[in-house]
């Protein structure tokens, strides 16, 4: 088993009316929220995806697809626990991770602290292995168009 793995994910949604806002198991007060067949969280679903990267176990497509009504309207901190059942299960747990909100809109700094927290807390990290950062897409794309919210995240896992 190697001492160090490490993953990447990536996701976007459209922002839409009638729809509430969760970023990082956080519901965001705001106008538009994503649309999805889950709650849509797209940073938890880029979590997710790098966590799986990492150990080549596909992606959440294929773990929660969503043609499937188990998952509509899921909350997306549901289906991280379950991700991270299988990294501890694998042998592995969580050394860091770093993430990036992309969005025009709404701003991002007022609930890093609470996304930080809640992340930490589902994921049974420190807060000083979970780093969130967010940027604008300068006006350049449907993000900056305030169409959509993307967001990466790069995990590392180590050996336990
Ligand atoms: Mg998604």
Redesign the pocket.
Known sequence: MQQFRIGMGH?I?ALVEGRALWLGGVKIPFELGLQ?HSD?D?LI?AIMDAMLGALALGDIGQLFPDTDPAFKGIASLKLLEVVRAKVAEAGYRIGNLDCMIHCEVPKIAPHRAAIINTLAGALRLEQNQVSLKAGTNEGFDAIGKRQAIACHAIVLLVKD
Do not use: N
Request: proline share 0%; net charge negative; charged share 15%.
């Open positions: 996701d949604h999805g849509a797209a679903h």
